[in-house]
């Protein structure tokens, strides 16, 4: 599963779930769509496609591709190369638009993610070491840090990156 994230208003203007399905139509074929609004959808390599906006705001796409075998016979077949360039054109204009991003801001995102998450547990490591290296700290001290130190790691553990400023929170106790 891949998250995605998405441009603020997007989801809302779009029609939510109802809408993504909508916009699934126009680049993959056999859509069905649960009663939770998850569609699901196939072209050339993409076996299956299955996506939805999540409750944070994310495209959340679970995405099977044609493997090993497979994939050299669909390749080796006459349209084979060109219904696989088709795929990634068609997987590529989904997310763009899916998203409203394009393939660099897509990425300038989840890098920028993935640096909010390292700041998090790099700040938690830090406060550990803090907290067994300093002799003079009080009780309510580590307490307050033990509590921020269970928040980050709750929202780590759910997928969520921890903003700047709890990060902050944590260091300025030590």
């Known amino acids: 599963m891949e998250r995605f994230a998405v441009k603020r208003g997007l989801i809302?203007?779009?029609?939510?779930?109802?809408?993504?399905?909508?916009?699934?139509?126009?680049?993959?074929?056999?859509?069905?769509?649960?009663?939770?609004?998850?569609?699901?959808?196939?072209y050339g390599l993409l076996t299956s496609v299955q996506g939805s906006y999540d409750d944070s705001g994310k495209l959340a796409v679970d995405v099977v591709q044609l493997k090993g075998g497979d994939l050299a016979e669909f390749?080796?077949?006459?349209?084979?190369?060109?219904?696989?360039?088709?795929?990634?054109?068609?997987?590529?204009?989904?997310?763009?638009?899916?998203?409203?991003?394009?393939?660099?801001?897509?990425?300038?995102?989840?890098?920028?993610e993935a640096k909010k998450f390292s700041k998090a547990k790099s700040a938690i490591k830090m406060a550990h070491k803090s907290m067994?290296?300093?002799?003079?700290?009080?009780?309510?001290?580590?307490?307050?840090?033990?509590?921020?130190?269970?928040?980050?790691?709750a929202m780590i553990e759910a997928g969520t990156p921890p903003s700047e400023t709890q990060v902050k929170k944590l260091d300025k106790l030590f």
């Open 12 to 42: 809302k203007s779009m029609g939510g779930n109802a809408g993504l399905a909508k916009l699934a139509t126009n680049y993959f074929e056999n859509i069905n769509v649960d009663a939770d609004g998850v569609f699901t959808g196939s």
């Open 75 to 112: 390749l080796d077949s006459d349209e084979g190369p060109a219904k696989a360039m088709e795929s990634r054109k068609r997987w590529s204009g989904f997310l763009d638009e899916a998203t409203g991003y394009n393939a660099k801001q897509r990425g300038d995102k989840a890098k920028e």
């Open 132 to 153: 067994e290296l300093m002799k003079n700290l009080d009780q309510a001290t580590i307490d307050q840090a033990n509590e921020l130190i269970a928040k980050l790691e």
